[in-house]
Every structure is written in structure tokens, then in C-alpha cells.
């Protein structure tokens, strides 16, 4: 054989070498986790599929790995998503957003599984201009009591983000848990203003100042968190990206729109859900839409499909429920009281169905109080109005309405104090200072 043969061989070998070892990478790649697609929006469910097959026509890409997996956490499918980001992780191991978003994705279900991945991300971040890997670890490490290791942590996020809020949130949560109260303050009330950490930062002073004794500032504190609406999430880059698409891209719009009072618009997006797929949680924020725009009808059989979805899950469903036939009770009392009698007695029912469930839920017994009350029930209405002000001392409605039935009762010392009360909770309330007027003429 001539040398022209020679490197034809050789050629011809190596050629084999490298198919082979091709054909047998290609053989051993990791596969991407099943989905149960059955479950999923259906452009969820595409949109996952499509990155899935990105995935399996180039198995070795970390960033494919980890576009899948971002969808799948989209999607709440938090194992899945984990998988997909300990392989981005295997793929390109000095990357901190892998295992952070690996540990993101176990934080809610699973801290001790969330710990590692955080440990080896917050490893890797020392050249990171961001917080978030040491303050999510330290939110994981808190949770499972491990307090040293979480001060080390936020004191290393607190030299990144001097201001930041959720660090001295988490902070204040430390000293408290060490009893040390005044440095709790001290950091509790860096957070009271942001929109982050507005309304638990607000929680948690009340819950300081009531163990230092101070029940005037907690009882503000209670009131002020009361009026504040959910805190938002804080600002995290690494998921920044994250894509939201389908229903729960549509479920977003919908508590944007109910957030800005759009309550018309958030009822004909949840109307087109319900249509497509019907939902407890999605019929329950019909009817408070509904109850909301004073369309008590449709409020009551969407609340009526909820009960009928999740019956075994219905506290919310029949607490908004007994609202709305105390409410429509109200209307229907001069022109059909038999008719209004029914529904007050429904009312009821529905109340001591939540309060079956859960006996602190104070607003069901204010729902309870008000139903015995129109149905000439008044000490039984009073023990549960009583009831609902020692559930919630800083409840407006549960002090006005204990004062106008002890008021109806003849007790107006007692209306007057319980009155008095509702007025320092809410100054700009008309109503106890309307019923406070009325009394001063008794």
C-alpha cells in the first residue's frame, strides 16, 4: 500500500474516531426532565416545548439548559426547573446563576434542598455586583435557625447595598430573634417605606413595640400595616429574565388590574380564563371583582361555582359568599323579607363555615354577628361581634358594628368605648363618628 493509501486510511480512521465519539456523546447527552403537558396553558406548554426540543438538538448548551428551566419555574414546576439548572450548572460550573436559580427554585418547597445550591452560589459571587445570592441564602439559613451563618450573609450584602431594604428587614428579623429590640427598630424602620418591605416591615415593629410594651406604637403600626397592600417582590437580576408567558402571563395583568381599582376590565380577563379552564381560585376573584362593582347576582354564582370546585378548600369562597347574600339580604329586606330572612340565615351558615375551619378569622364573625343581628338574634349577634374584636383588636368594622348593636341594645357606655375606638382606627371613616353623633342624642 503507497503512502496516498496510507493516509487514506488514516484518514478514514480518524474520521471513524471522531463519528464514534460524536455518535456516543450524542448517545449519553443528558435528556431533558418529562413534562406532564396535560395540566399546563396550552402556550405554556408550547412555549416549554419548544425550548425542550433547543435542549435535546444541542444538550450541551448551558444557556438552553437554562432557557428551559426558566420556563419550567414560569410554570411553577419547581423540581423540573431545579433539574435543568443543576445541568446548566454541570455545563458551566463557575457561573453563579446556575446554582442560584437552583436554589431559587427549591426556597419555597424545600429550604434544606435550596441550601446547598444557594452555598455554592454565593461562593462563586464575590465578583458579582449584586446582593442576591448572600441575601437569599441568608433568608434560607434563617429559616432553619442557622442565625450566624445568616448574619455573615446580609453584613456581606449590607457592603454591597448599604440602603437596601430587604437586608435590613431580614436584619431587624435577627436582632429580634436574638432579643435585641432597639437594633430590631433600628432596622425594621429602614425598610417601613419601601415598597418591598412596606407592609412586614410595618407587621413586625407592631410585634416589637407590643414584646417592649409600647402598645400605642403597635397598635399604630398594626393599623398602618393594615392599610398597605402586599409587598412587592424585591428586585432579583437573576431572574429578571424570566420569561412569563400564558395564563400565568394573563394572571399577572389581572391582579395589575385589580391592584389599580380596574375591577370591569379584571372581570372580562377572568370571565375568558374561567371560559377556557375553570378554576377555584380564578371563580373566587370573580365574585370579589364582581361584589366590588355591586353586581351581587353574578358575584353570588361565581362564588357559587368556587364552593362547588374545591368544596374541602372553601374558606375564602364562603367568606366572600356570606358577604355578598348579607349585603343583597340588606337590599332585599323592605321588598321581599322572607326572601332577605333566607339569605341573612345563609350568611350565617356560610360564616360558621369558614369559622369551622379557621376560628380566628375575625371578619367572618363580624359576617356572623351582623347576620344574627337583622335576624332579631342580638345577644348572639353580640358574643360574635365581641368575638371578632378580640380575633382582630384593630378591625374598624368589627368595633363599629359591637357599637351599634350594643348601642340598639341600650348599653351605651359600651357602644361609646367600642365606637370611640373604630374613630382612632380609621379617622377618616364617616361612619363611627355618624353613629357617635347619633348616640350623644340617646
Known amino acids: 500500500m503507497g503512502r496516498r493509501g496510507w493516509t487514506a486510511l488514516v484518514f478514514l480512521a480518524a474520521l471513524a474516531a471522531v463519528a464514534s465519539w460524536y455518535g456516543w456523546r450524542r448517545y449519553s447527552a443528558p435528556v431533558p426532565p418529562e413534562i406532564a403537558y396535560a395540566e399546563l396553558d396550552p402556550e405554556?406548554?408550547?412555549?416549554?416545548?419548544?425550548?425542550?426540543?433547543?435542549?435535546?438538538?444541542?444538550?450541551?448548551?448551558?444557556?438552553?439548559?437554562?432557557?428551559?428551566?426558566?420556563?419550567?419555574?414560569?410554570?411553577?414546576?419547581?423540581p423540573e426547573a431545579a433539574a435543568c439548572f443543576a445541568q446548566a450548572e454541570r455545563l458551566d460550573p463557575k457561573n453563579p446563576r446556575w446554582p442560584y436559580l437552583q436554589g431559587e427554585a427549591w426556597h419555597g418547597t424545600d429550604k434544606q434542598a435550596a441550601l446547598p445550591p444557594l452555598?455554592?452560589?454565593?461562593?462563586?459571587?464575590?465578583?458579582?455586583?449584586t446582593i442576591a445570592p448572600f441575601l437569599r441564602l441568608a433568608e434560607v439559613?434563617?429559616?432553619?435557625?442557622?442565625?450566624?451563618?445568616?448574619?455573615?450573609?446580609?453584613?456581606?450584602?449590607?457592603?454591597?447595598?448599604?440602603?437596601?431594604?430587604?437586608?435590613?428587614?431580614?436584619?431587624g428579623l435577627l436582632a429580634f430573634q436574638r432579643d435585641d429590640l432597639p437594633r430590631s427598630l433600628a432596622h425594621l424602620k429602614?425598610?417601613?417605606?419601601?415598597?418591598?418591605?412596606?407592609?412586614?416591615?410595618?407587621?413586625?415593629?407592631?410585634?416589637?413595640?407590643?414584646?417592649?410594651?409600647r402598645t400605642q406604637e403597635a397598635d399604630d403600626y398594626s393599623r398602618k400595616a393594615d392599610a398597605l397592600p402586599p409587598d412587592s417582590n424585591w428586585l432579583d437580576p437573576f431572574l429578571s429574565d424570566t420569561p412569563t408567558v400564558g395564563r400565568p402571563?394573563?394572571?399577572?395583568?389581572?391582579?395589575?388590574?385589580?391592584?389599580?381599582?380596574?375591577?370591569?376590565?379584571?372581570?372580562?380577563?377572568?370571565?375568558?380564563?374561567?371560559?377556557e379552564k375553570p378554576e377555584y381560585r380564578l371563580y373566587?376573584?370573580?365574585?370579589?371583582?364582581?361584589?366590588?362593582?355591586?353586581?351581587?347576582?353574578?358575584?353570588?354564582?361565581?362564588?357559587?361555582?368556587?364552593?362547588?370546585?374545591?368544596?374541602?378548600?372553601?374558606?375564602?369562597?364562603a367568606h366572600h359568599l356570606g358577604r355578598v347574600l348579607?349585603?343583597?339580604?340588606?337590599?332585599?329586606?323592605?321588598?321581599?323579607?322572607?326572601?332577605?330572612?333566607?339569605?341573612?340565615?345563609e350568611a350565617a351558615a356560610c360564616a360558621r363555615q369558614v369559622l369551622a375551619r379557621q376560628p380566628d378569622h375575625a371578619m367572618s364573625y363580624v359576617v356572623l354577628g351582623l347576620s344574627l343581628r337583622r335576624l332579631g338574634k342580638r345577644p348572639e349577634a353580640l358574643d360574635a361581634l365581641r368575638t371578632a374584636v378580640r380575633c382582630n383588636?384593630?378591625?374598624?368594622?368589627?368595633?363599629?358594628?359591637?357599637?351599634?348593636?350594643?348601642?340598639?341594645?341600650?348599653?351605651?357606655?359600651?357602644?361609646?368605648?367600642?365606637?370611640?375606638?373604630?374613630?382612632?382606627?380609621?379617622?377618616?371613616?364617616?361612619?363611627?363618628?355618624?353613629?357617635?353623633?347619633?348616640l350623644k342624642t340617646q
Open 326 to 345: 348579607l349585603l343583597r339580604a340588606d337590599k332585599d329586606e323592605r321588598r321581599n323579607p322572607q326572601q332577605a330572612r333566607a339569605e341573612f340565615e
Open 44 to 78: 405554556v406548554a408550547e412555549a416549554i416545548e419548544t425550548a425542550r426540543r433547543k435542549v435535546c438538538a444541542n444538550p450541551y448548551s448551558a444557556l438552553s439548559w437554562g432557557d428551559l428551566g426558566k420556563l419550567l419555574r414560569a410554570a411553577q414546576l419547581y
Open 249 to 275: 402571563a394573563r394572571l399577572q395583568e389581572i391582579y395589575r388590574l385589580e391592584k389599580n381599582g380596574d375591577y370591569r376590565r379584571a372581570v372580562e380577563q377572568l370571565t375568558a380564563l374561567i371560559q
Open 284 to 317: 373566587v376573584s370573580l365574585g370579589i371583582d364582581l361584589y366590588k362593582l355591586g353586581d351581587l347576582d353574578r358575584a353570588e354564582q361565581a362564588l357559587r361555582s368556587a364552593l362547588a370546585l374545591a368544596p374541602d378548600n372553601s374558606v375564602r369562597a
Open 393 to 438: 383588636p384593630n378591625s374598624t368594622d368589627a368595633h363599629f358594628y359591637l357599637g351599634e348593636t350594643l348601642a340598639e341594645a341600650g348599653q351605651f357606655a359600651a357602644a361609646r368605648t367600642s365606637l370611640e375606638r373604630a374613630c382612632e382606627l380609621s379617622p377618616d371613616d364617616p361612619r363611627p363618628r355618624a353613629s357617635l353623633a347619633k
Open 141 to 171: 439559613l434563617l429559616a432553619l435557625g442557622r442565625n450566624d451563618e445568616a448574619e455573615k450573609q446580609l453584613q456581606h450584602a449590607l457592603q454591597i447595598e448599604p440602603d437596601d431594604p430587604t437586608v435590613h428587614y431580614n436584619l
Open 190 to 213: 429602614r425598610g417601613e417605606h419601601s415598597p418591598f418591605t412596606q407592609r412586614k416591615a410595618c407587621i413586625q415593629l407592631a410585634t416589637v413595640y407590643r414584646r417592649m410594651g
Open 119 to 129: 452555598q455554592r452560589a454565593a461562593a462563586l459571587a464575590d465578583n458579582v455586583d
